[in-house]
């Protein structure tokens, strides 16, 4: 049997990390985030994070040295030039990370793999199914800004720095709906796992 690779994806602010937890209390499964793996790509000392600092100055950095993500985020959010450099210094890194953690997995095990870029990024490959947590528009909005602390217009910035949720759904192998309960969203992750 060989290793079955959900590679776990939505928008920003649809409710992965819900599915993650989900699927790592409930099931055991691995979990391998790409979110995570992007904040060791930045560390403090790290050739990627001096990069960084070269092109945007130290104020790009707090006092203590570490990336102000804030700030970073300032900056790509508005600037897709920008953005796309970033990405192209952090997705290697990130491949790197997702291929050594799932080396160390056995065959025929289930694996996710948390990639909120999933597409954008290229990574489909490393994965054999595709799972898009799916919220409409005026949730994922009202959410992130919750969650973020943003305004209106930031948070809607954000959102469309990412491929749109539906044409994500499109290339889904499955689509789990977070807009009802969260009892109604664990009945969907139950299915598409034992499918």
Excluded at 161 to 172: D, G, I, N, R, Y
Aim: with cysteine.
């Amino acid at each position: 049997m060989t290793q079955r690779k959900i590679g776990l994806t939505g928008g920003i602010s649809t409710g992965k990390t819900t599915v993650s937890n989900y699927l790592a209390n409930t099931y055991q499964l691995p979990i391998l985030d790409a979110d995570i793996y992007a904040r060791e790509a930045v560390q403090i000392g790290s050739p990627i994070l001096n990069k960084i600092s070269q092109r945007y100055g130290t104020e790009i950095l707090l006092p203590d040295g570490a990336l102000n993500r804030q700030k970073l985020g300032e900056i790509v959010f508005r600037d897709d030039e920008e953005r796309i450099w970033l990405e192209q210094q952090i997705h290697p890194y990130v491949r790197q990370r997702f291929a050594e953690a799932m080396n160390q997995l056995p065959s025929n095990s289930t694996v996710v793999l948390v990639i909120p870029l999933l597409f954008e990024a290229k990574l489909t490959g490393l994965v054999t199914e595709i799972w898009v947590v799916f919220v409409d528009e005026q949730q994922q909005i009202k959410r992130l800004m919750q969650r973020n602390n943003l305004t209106l217009e930031q948070a809607k910035s954000r959102i469309s720095s990412q491929m749109s949720l539906v044409e994500k759904c499109q290339k889904a192998d499955v689509i789990l709906d977070n807009s009802g309960s969260l009892e109604y969203l664990y009945q969907q992750i139950d299915a598409a796992l034992a499918s």
